[in-house]
């Protein structure tokens, strides 16, 4: 079954969640979204906070078929279903693909498994056996005639209005990458005053050159205990090779800075305290998919206000 994003959205909204899918193409903004939607369903409002124990994220050329096999099969905490990630499914050695598909004929109830990159080997008999029975997602780049309704849009949800002027010079500044365009709107949506027109002068002031999130976009995030975006300026970061103990240093630096100023709160000394369980767990080694998935539980635990903190995991080499 294929499908878009807006289509996956509404299938979700209709409390339509399949055991097995495909987010695939070249737009890493659509894909984020889709993956986004897919967790929000299975996991739903998470006011137990229990998410970190049934969603696991690994990546295709740090995992084998064992560790996804052991992760599909494991059972729920606390909820009625898990969700397991697999990021850069195109670096999954096909020996370990091959493995996989005793297991598209009897998927665990249980478990939600989605597989995402930014393509895949048709020739491969495993990915030939999974589309015919997963939803598969494209998330190929918008057509050029598309963007504009697209940009309206997310602009309506953000409660901005653009002038055609406005929209002509933010798509320009997107260039085509969804990503860049959406993220020039959340900074003009913090600029301009609610219920004012957006002009051309605006998108200029915000105009960013570059093309993923950055540490202050990361501390904003956090700042707001806005779980989501924090997760995606963190994703976009290590995309672009940020190393994680070199952002971990900066909130450390920007918390001190605020300890300084008589800020300091019952709630910082608890972010220290994952700030030092982070690191002590990032030099402990295990690779770049669990030094990500050390950043992310920490991203969560660092936006829950007031909650028990989730315990981050301590590294282990990667399963070869």
Same mark, same amino acid.
């Given at each position: 079954?294929?499908?878009?994003?807006?289509?996956?959205?509404?299938?979700?909204?209709?409390?339509?969640?399949?055991?097995?899918?495909?987010?695939?193409?070249?737009?890493?903004?659509?894909?984020?979204?889709?993956?986004?939607?897919?967790?929000?369903? &299975?996991?739903?409002?998470?006011?137990?906070? &229990?998410?970190?124990?049934?969603?696991?994220?690994?990546?295709?050329?740090?995992?084998?078929?064992?560790?996804?096999?052991?992760?599909?099969?494991?059972?729920?905490?606390?909820?009625?279903?898990?969700?397991?990630?697999?990021?850069?499914?195109?670096?999954?050695?096909?020996?370990?693909?091959?493995?996989?598909?005793?297991?598209?004929?009897?998927?665990?109830?249980?478990?939600?498994?989605?597989?995402?990159?930014?393509?895949?080997?048709?020739?491969?008999?495993?990915?030939?056996?999974?589309?015919?029975?997963? &939803?598969?997602?494209?998330?190929? @780049?918008?057509?050029?005639?598309?963007?504009?309704?697209?940009?309206?849009?997310?602009?309506?949800?953000?409660?901005?209005?653009?002038?055609?002027?406005?929209?002509?010079?933010?798509?320009?500044? $997107?260039?085509?990458?969804?990503?860049?365009?959406?993220?020039?709107?959340?900074?003009?949506?913090?600029?301009?005053?609610?219920?004012?027109?957006?002009? &051309?002068?605006?998108?200029?002031?915000?105009?960013?050159?570059?093309?993923?999130?950055?540490?202050?976009?990361?501390?904003?995030?956090?700042?707001?205990?806005?779980?989501?975006?924090?997760?995606?300026?963190?994703?976009?970061?290590?995309?672009?090779?940020? @190393?994680?103990?070199?952002?971990?240093?900066?909130?450390?630096?920007?918390?001190?800075?605020?300890?300084?100023?008589?800020?300091?709160?019952?709630?910082?000394? *608890?972010?220290?305290?994952?700030?030092?369980?982070?690191?002590?767990?990032?030099?402990?080694? $295990?690779?770049?998919?669990?030094?990500?998935?050390?950043?992310? *539980?920490?991203?969560?635990?660092?936006? *829950?206000?007031?909650?028990?903190?989730?315990?981050?995991?301590? @590294?282990?080499?990667?399963?070869?």
């Amino acid at each position: 079954m294929n499908a878009t994003v807006p289509d996956l959205k509404r299938r979700i909204g209709t409390g339509e969640v399949a055991s097995l899918y495909l987010i695939i193409g070249e737009d890493g903004w659509l894909r984020d979204e889709a993956v986004a939607a897919i967790r929000a369903a &299975v996991m739903g409002a998470d006011e137990a906070n &229990v998410s970190a124990f049934n969603c696991d994220a690994v990546y295709g050329d740090e995992t084998d078929a064992s560790e996804i096999l052991t992760l599909c099969s494991t059972l729920p905490m606390f909820a009625t279903r898990r969700l397991v990630v697999v990021r850069h499914v195109e670096d999954l050695r096909a020996k370990d693909a091959e493995r996989l598909l005793p297991y598209l004929d009897a998927p665990v109830e249980t478990t939600c498994l989605l597989l995402t990159g930014k393509k895949v080997d048709g020739r491969m008999k495993f990915f030939q056996a999974y589309k015919k029975v997963a &939803v598969v997602v494209d998330c190929e @780049p918008l057509e050029a005639r598309t963007v504009p309704v697209w940009i309206r849009e997310q602009a309506a949800a953000l409660g901005l209005s653009l002038n055609e002027p406005a929209r002509q010079r933010l798509q320009e500044a $997107g260039n085509g990458d969804l990503g860049v365009l959406r993220r020039e709107m959340e900074k003009l949506a913090d600029y301009v005053a609610p219920g004012k027109a957006v002009m &051309v002068a605006d998108v200029a002031a915000v105009q960013g050159a570059d093309a993923g999130g950055t540490v202050h976009d990361f501390v904003g995030a956090l700042r707001h205990k806005d779980r989501g975006r924090a997760l995606r300026v963190l994703t976009q970061m290590l995309d672009a090779g940020e @190393p994680p103990l070199k952002i971990l240093g900066f909130l450390a630096w920007h918390w001190r800075q605020e300890w300084k100023s008589r800020r300091f709160s019952d709630e910082m000394l *608890r972010d220290f305290e994952q700030f030092r369980d982070a690191d002590s767990r990032l030099k402990g080694g $295990g690779g770049r998919g669990k030094d990500r998935l050390v950043m992310e *539980r920490m991203t969560l635990n660092l936006c *829950r206000s007031g909650a028990k903190a989730t315990p981050i995991p301590r @590294p282990s080499a990667p399963a070869r």
